[in-house]
């Protein structure tokens, strides 16, 4: 039951747990806008998503006056996942209320300058602070927001989960469109880059934090034999020229293959007993994959075949409403897998997926879940009326 409210039947959405607003990226006061929107309700956390074609700038300054004394993360994006599912151009405002959840930030403001000693110790204190605020709350959960591309996700993720512990994670890398330029992040009224922010949220909602993918492994493997994991970039698989060999194992003339090839065929690695997505990023002037994730000598890289994209989001999603529908899904969603489905002519199906299921976030150039960096997934969390059983 909500404090002050009726009870939620196990199928309502409530859009009023979680409340969430969208404007144009353009459009005059904003910030204002989405305020008033959002109406006079009292949050622990807000996260702005917005689109990199918007005056970031001033949506981070103005946020900071029209949300006085709340936490503000945010970043641009690949892409913004909206009222229409898939959207652009736009800046998407969620907002956790503070009588349901309580949020803590931990800002890494240089990547590649981690002191892991130091964020393990913010995290253990974070977590006691707000388990010690909010004894009677059950529900926890991390949101990892990373710049996408300092190529760091990968260390920064891990030393995350490590900090938290136990604490269910996801997150999702910073994009710039599909410029793969300079992603931004928010945090507090200022403006990082090469940063991360990492939210503690504990909260008396049921919770499910989810990943998954459209991929299934195939039979085709390669090894890979000349690589610099630093750069993410592969020299050598099978000891032949990386993106000749991975052509040859497609059937398709190196010199045709682009990013939709990529985002079609990716390959996976196997860690856990579980495949992840490795996904290629493009043929670098050498010759050489530059990939999105590290990669390293002696990996087996799995050519992935995609099953159908559609139904398996749908299922998905479906899914964790199975029993009490989500008042709220806020996801990361790969960019890769919004090229791939215009590529296949598949983005208003989509969109009318992840509208149907009230799905809000954003297409990002990466995605984390527990300790790991990935790509071509959508990693989230779904959040359910208190006293529900989903």
């Not at 909260?203 to 492994?217: A, G, L, M, N, R």
């Not at 860690?271 to 999105?292: A, K, M």
Request: glycine share 8%; charged share 20%; aromatic share 8%.
């Amino acid at each position: 039951m909500f404090a002050g409210g009726a009870p939620i039947p196990a199928g309502a959405f409530d859009a009023s747990l979680v409340p969430r607003a969208q404007v144009d990226c353009d459009a005059p006061d904003a910030v204002a806008k989405l305020r008033s929107m959002l109406g006079e309700e009292r949050f622990s956390l807000l996260i702005l998503f917005v689109s990199p074609e918007a005056d970031f700038e001033k949506v981070v300054t103005d946020a900071a006056v029209h949300f006085a004394g709340v936490t503000v993360i945010g970043c641009t994006t690949g892409g913004e996942l909206g009222n229409g599912g898939y959207d652009e151009n736009s800046i998407i405002a969620v907002g956790l209320p503070s009588k349901h959840f309580a949020a803590s930030s931990i800002l890494i403001p240089h990547v590649g300058e981690l002191d892991q000693q130091n964020l393990m110790s913010e995290g253990v204190t974070t977590r006691s602070k707000l388990t010690a605020a909010h004894p009677d709350w059950d529900s926890e959960f991390a949101f990892l927001l990373v710049d996408g591309m300092s190529r760091k996700e990968d260390t920064v993720v891990a030393a995350c989960a490590n900090a938290l512990g136990p604490v269910p994670l996801f997150g999702g890398s910073a994009g710039d469109g599909d410029h793969f330029g300079d992603p931004l992040i928010a945090y507090d009224g200022r403006i990082y880059r090469r940063a991360a922010v990492l939210t503690y949220v504990r909260t008396c909602c049921p919770i499910k934090v989810f990943s998954f993918d459209h991929f299934e492994p195939s039979d085709r493997r390669m090894v890979v034999t000349s690589a610099d994991p630093e750069k993410r970039i592969v020299h050598q698989i099978n000891a032949e020229p990386s993106a000749r060999e991975y052509a040859r194992m497609l059937g398709k003339d190196p010199e045709g293959m682009d990013t939709y090839t990529f985002a079609a065929r990716p390959v996976v690695v196997r860690f856990g007993g579980t495949h992840h997505v490795r996904s290629i990023q493009r043929v670098t002037e050498t010759g050489d994959l530059l990939f999105f994730a590290a990669i390293e000598e002696g990996l087996v890289l799995t050519l992935a075949d995609p099953t159908d994209m559609v139904k398996h989001l749908d299922s998905s999603l479906s899914d964790l409403g199975r029993s009490v529908k989500p008042a709220a899904i806020i996801a990361c969603d790969c960019i890769l897998r919004r090229m791939e489905a215009q590529e296949k002519q598949l983005s208003r199906a989509i969109s009318e997926i992840l509208e149907k299921h009230d799905v809000v976030g954003f297409s990002t150039y990466g995605e984390q879940i527990a300790g790991m960096h990935v790509n071509q997934t959508v990693t989230g969390v779904a959040i359910y009326p208190p006293g529900s059983d989903p």
